[in-house]
């Protein structure tokens, strides 16, 4: 053959060698390319129709291999158009493998393979048939039924066969058209050859799942014929043609038996017409072989199916039984699959078998393993479920780590569904954290937790068997968890041996050994952050349950206090600022947890499953945890928030003081962007900005702060909840840094009414559902910080020599200080001290200040310093006044104040009210 | 006095609030690190790895693809793939009766090489792959894969796997895999006498045997 240089010259057994024989991906890739090049390069000269069909082939190769070959459908198309049959069968070959139904090209070929349907050649209505087959769309599908309606009474039966399993794909496309096939589909059940009737078989088949209206057409007109199908080719002969391993065809048997199985479903005339055949093949088939075991099988799933008289049922069960025992593992796992769909018919009888299937729970197979467990979980109810589970945990200590997770999670459900007792329970769990504790999933230890929480007779034991395993298993991760929890929680029931059940073994457990488990825990190499926030968590507990133990915990803590994780270093800063400094309070602090709630807990969980269902909140506002608290906490209602908003509206309406001091200004001061001149500002109706400036950074930014606060609280989204708590809180623990640090007492008492309100929020969300998820622990922080913050003014306000300042007053002009000053035992009575400064350039003259009070305030003004402010802050005026307070501890202060003065004589005047007086004057 | 009742009634009220903070604080331990959707952030790593596998599973492949568009409930019980494929995992013969991308028939593809040629020859024949289960048999290095529904008859599809190699075998007279890597397109045609629209098309050997005969003549 004469080849042009640029037309694809080699053959395609010549293009296979040369990949076959290239060394490296990059040879193989560099052959592929040149051929392709060469492919397209034939593709769009014209005049090489003899070489189209080589370089098909060779382009489906090269798509066998994993390079494109898009540029090659149009070809295909091409081909398949040609006279020829050599052509057509590369071009229909070709369109199979490069295209599928989704293309668009696809309906181009529409037309061509109509005319091939209606080709005088047999063979080339065969391979379109054969295409239409394997990728038609539903378009096409509608377009050609038709025609291969026609072809299904064709003589031919290689026609017949291909057509009958063309229209399976075509009503599996279009259900609508099922109707039209199923008289044919009918009748061609009345063939003799096996491959016409197992295609006639599986159209019948595929016409039943489509329309109600052929299932009943066909259980009218076929049950008869298949039924003597199935019995001539079981009694059939020897058929060399049709035989494997001795028996006769058992593909078209178990076609026939699954259609079978399909007319009987519900229908007890099918059914009992069926029967007879049926017990013939459960009875005469052998099973030594796989053929016959897949035909028994079907036969047995055919029974199961239909609505089989309880003999036949027996006689199934009874095949499931050889099934089970049989050496062979493809057997034993069809024989736990049917198994499977068979408890459902008849639980009892599967029953029977429970011991054989737990022994496939510990087979080698994978596949078989994951069959046997399902159907444990299948088995297990009220009566065995205890020696079920003792079975599985057994084997959970040899069980490959793979399976672990499957089987611990299988174990975990049984115990929680059928657990009579909590102790048992308790101790399945035990033994399944112990061996399996890195394998098992969050909400099993959650919910072990929460159990423990709720069984305060066992607390003590569960504790003390804690301990006990994490000594063997301290390499368990969750064991290590839930075993810091408790020893946090109930240390002291460890060390005392409280509630000690009969059986119990004592044990001997000092303070000290508590602390080691948790130190160790903490220490682990292996131990994550959650771990280690757990193990932070305990210590800090333990520190109020055994104050002997109090300064090495605290040694402990203050080790982290330059860990590399954030979470923790923060964590121990805070912790370790409780135990040093907030004895007193310390242990109410570190309280015994309340009771978790077990239904809010389950239902949490199961809404965790459905991600978008929101979180559970009961419809009360008081909270199952909360009624629940030991120490009686009220719990503050929704008081605070409507003080917080009294406190901007009502009480004061404050504009012109705090000119200057925009709410942004503030928050960046919180934030400690600004930076020093916090004392500044300090305003109540600015606090109220930063408030709703705080709860706007969240994540979705909303006009009004504070409604959103608690709109979540009622049920947002959880995540949306957390963070807006989050943010909340984070923001106020910033504040509170601030505040700590620049030690502005003014401050201080908008934080307070500030903080009980995410606070509520906090306890609302975490008692009602420990679900929110929140990072309280984020709150912590503020704990700290605000103590700290409250320890300042408490000292200020209650010492003589204390001077708090606040910066009752600044312009842009004018700056104002006020020193407070308390005088011992005289409440009262607040002794100010003004300091005045011009912070423009120029000199102030016949300054005066006037200040107005409330009628249950007297105010004494002493003589002010002098009436000339110097320009620029370089010197100030003071002024003196003393104010009571008549009913202290009932009303703030409040004062409103004038100044007017001369600035290049010009007269000036400024006034404002002051009322960030700190609390208690 | 009063100033001190007033501050400590402060701290009173604040140390509940610490209290219940600190409450709250033990009790979201334990569910910070929930994998859930509110946390994705504080999922461990491994958690984030089985949701990603969850999740990517149906987008990668979904449930619809292999089981086609069907509009009546139940689904069809077909042959979703055939695979042909060596120990090393190349391909000889891939025939999909369900559309996929070809980036998702390379994965799949090289899924279920992953999935068989490690198994114990002592193991069933099936492994279960997605939402399908794969039913192989090794003969010599080549791995022959159908992937069907996972209520299908598997022992049934043995038999077809066995069948189809027995007609290659007769047609090649004793097969090799280079029979197959150079008559490729041989043994598509094969596959389409044995099989159609991933329903059996004719249950006897000698029938395509001598189909095959005919065509081969029209070459």
Redesign the interface.
């Known amino acids: 053959m004469a080849l042009n240089p640029f037309s694809s010259g080699t053959r395609l057994r010549d293009m296979i060698r040369a990949i076959r024989a290239s060394k490296t991906a990059a040879e193989e890739r560099a052959v592929v390319r040149r051929e392709c090049a060469a492919i397209r390069t034939a593709i769009s000269e014209r005049g090489q129709e003899e070489l189209r069909h080589r370089n098909m082939a060779k382009l489906m190769f090269i798509h066998m291999l994993g390079y494109p070959t898009h540029f090659g459908q149009m070809e295909c198309l091409k081909l398949i158009a040609a006279a020829g049959y050599p052509e057509k069968r590369i071009g229909y070959l070709g369109l199979m493998l490069l295209l599928d139904e989704r293309q668009e090209v696809l309906m181009l070929v529409t037309n061509s393979l109509k005319q091939d349907l209606n080709h005088s050649n047999p063979f080339i209505v065969g391979l379109a048939l054969c295409a239409l087959g394997n990728i038609c769309s539903a378009e096409m599908a509608r377009d050609l039924a038709p025609e291969v309606e026609k072809l299904l009474r064709s003589r031919d039966v290689n026609t017949k066969k291909k057509a009958a399993l063309c229209s399976v794909r075509i009503v599996r496309k279009v259900p609508d058209l099922a109707e039209n096939f199923m008289g044919l589909a009918a009748s061609l059940l009345k063939e003799k050859h096996h491959g016409v009737l197992i295609s006639a078989v599986q159209l019948c088949t595929e016409l039943c799942k489509a329309s109600k209206d052929a299932l009943e057409y066909l259980r009218k007109n076929c049950i008869e014929g298949l039924v003597r199908i199935l019995r001539d080719v079981s009694n059939s002969s020897y058929a060399p043609e049709y035989d494997v391993a001795g028996i006769s065809d058992p593909f078209l048997h178990i076609r026939v038996l699954k259609l079978m199985r399909m007319l009987g479903q519900g229908d007890a005339d099918c059914s009992e017409y069926m029967n007879d055949i049926l017990a013939q093949v459960a009875t005469k088939t052998e099973s030594n072989k796989n053929a016959g075991n897949a035909i028994l099988y079907e036969c047995v799933e055919t029974i199961m199916g239909i609505e089989a008289t309880s003999g036949l049922r027996v006689l199934a069960i009874n095949i499931l039984g050889r099934f089970l025992s049989n050496r062979d593992n493809n057997i034993r796992y069809v024989a736990l699959n049917i198994l499977m769909r068979a408890i459902t018919v008849d639980t009892q009888a599967v029953q029977r078998h429970r011991v054989t299937i737990l022994e496939c729970v510990k087979d080698a197979d994978a596949s078989i393993r994951k069959r046997a467990l399902e159907l444990v979980f299948l088995l297990v109810n009220d009566t065995n479920v205890k020696p079920l589970t003792k079975e599985l945990v057994d084997y959970l200590d040899v069980a490959d780590p793979d399976f672990k997770e499957d089987l611990t999670a299988k174990i975990c459900s049984i115990t929680e569904k059928f657990s009579q007792e909590k102790l048992w329970y308790l101790d399945q769990m035990l033994k399944v954290l112990s061996l399996a504790g890195n394998h098992v999933k969050d909400d099993v230890w959650h919910a072990l937790i929460v159990v423990i929480s709720n069984a305060s007779e066992l607390q003590g034991y569960a504790v003390r068997s804690l301990y006990t395993a994490l000594q063997a298993y301290s390499e368990q991760g969750s064991l290590l968890r839930v075993a810091v929890w408790c020893i946090g929680e109930y240390g002291e029931m460890l060390v005392n041996n409280v509630g000690m059940l009969e059986a119990e073994p004592p044990i001997t457990v000092t303070e000290s050994d508590a602390v080691d488990a948790v130190e160790l825990g903490f220490n682990r190499y292996s131990a994550d952050v959650t771990t280690r926030s757990m193990c932070l968590v305990a210590l800090l507990k333990l520190s109020s349950r055994f104050p002997s133990m109090s300064e090495r915990i605290k040694q402990i803590v203050a080790q982290n206090k330059e860990n590399m994780v954030l979470e923790l270093q923060q964590r121990s800063i805070e912790f370790g600022s409780i135990i040093q400094r907030h004895q007193s309070i310390r242990s109410s602090l570190l309280e015994r947890m309340p009771v978790l709630d077990e239904a809010a807990y389950l239902v949490k969980r199961a809404s965790a499953t459905q991600a978008t269902i929101p979180a559970y909140k009961p419809a009360s506002g008081v909270t199952p945890g909360d009624l629940k608290l030991p120490n009686g906490v009220a719990k503050p209602a929704a008081a605070p928030l409507v003080d917080l908003l009294d406190l901007s509206s009502d009480d004061a309406p404050v504009t012109s003081t705090s000119a200057t001091t925009t709410p942004n200004d503030f928050l960046q001061d919180l934030l400690g962007i600004g930076g020093t001149n916090l004392s500044t500002a300090g305003v109540p109706s600015a606090s109220t900005d930063i408030l709703m400036d705080l709860l706007s950074i969240g994540p979705s930014p909303s006009q009004n702060g504070l409604l959103d606060l608690i709109s979540p609280a009622q049920g947002k989204d959880n995540s949306d909840r957390n963070n807006y708590v989050n943010s909340v809180s984070v923001t106020i623990a910033e504040l509170n840094t601030s505040v700590a640090e620049q030690k502005p007492v003014s401050a201080v008492p908008q934080v307070v009414s500030l903080v009980p309100e995410p606070m509520d929020l906090l306890g609302s969300l975490s008692s009602s559902a420990s679900s929110s998820g929140t990072k309280s622990s984020t709150v912590v922080p503020q704990a700290a910080d605000l103590l700290d913050g409250l320890s300042a003014s408490t000292s200020v306000s209650g010492l003589d020599d204390a001077c708090p300042s606040i910066t009752a007053f600044q312009s842009a002009t004018l700056k104002i200080v006020f020193d407070l000053r308390k005088q011992l035992g005289k409440p009262q009575e607040t002794t100010i001290h003004a300091t005045f400064t011009n912070l423009t350039s120029t000199t102030y003259t016949d300054f005066i200040f006037q200040a107005a009070v409330p009628k249950f305030i007297q105010l004494r003004l002493d003589p002010a310093s002098g009436n000339v402010v110097p320009a620029s802050g370089k010197g100030s005026v003071t002024q003196g006044f003393n104010v009571t307070n008549s009913q202290h501890g009932q009303k703030p202060l409040a004062m409103r104040i004038r100044m007017s003065y001369k600035v290049n004589g010009e007269d000036r005047l400024e006034q404002g009210l002051v009322s960030n007086f700190p609390p208690g004057l | ?8 009634e ?2 009173i ?27 994705p952030a ?1 999922a ?1 790593p491994a ?1 984030q790895e089985t949701q990603t596998r969850l999740i990517a599973i149906p987008s990668q492949l979904p449930s619809s693809n292999l089981t ?1 568009s ?3 409930s ?1 689904s ?2 077909m042959i979703r793939f055939i695979l042909l494929q060596n120990r090393q995992g190349k ?4 025939k ?2 369900v ?2 991308e ?1 980036s998702e028939k ?1 994965k799949v593809e090289y899924e279920v090489h992953r999935l068989v040629v490690n198994r ?1 020859p ?7 792959f997605r939402t399908h289960k794969v039913i192989y048999r090794r003969y010599a290095g080549l791995f022959f894969s159908i992937c069907v529904d996972i ?1 299908d ?4 599809y ?3 796997i066995h ?1 189809f190699v027995e007609i290659l075998d007769h047609f090649f007279s004793n097969v090799c895999e280079l029979d197959l ?2 008559n ?2 041989k043994v ?2 094969i596959l ?1 006498e044995f099989i ?2 991933g ?9 395509i045997i001598e ?1 095959m005969g ?2 081969e003549k ?2």
């Open positions: 006095m009063i100033l001190q009742y007033h501050t400590s402060i701290i009220f604040t140390e509940n609030f610490l209290d219940n903070l600190l409450r709250g604080l033990v009790i979201e331990y334990f569910s910070v690190v929930r994998p859930d959707a509110a946390h504080n461990t958690d086609t069907q509009p009546s139940s069809p019980s391909t000889r013969l891939a999909y009766y559309p996929l070809d390379h114990d002592k193991f069933t024949n099936f492994v279960e209520t008859n598997e022992l049934v043995l038999e077809c069948l890597v150079f490729f397109h598509y045609l389409d159609l629209a329903e059996l098309q004719e249950t006897s050997k000698k029938a189909r005919e065509l029209l070459d």
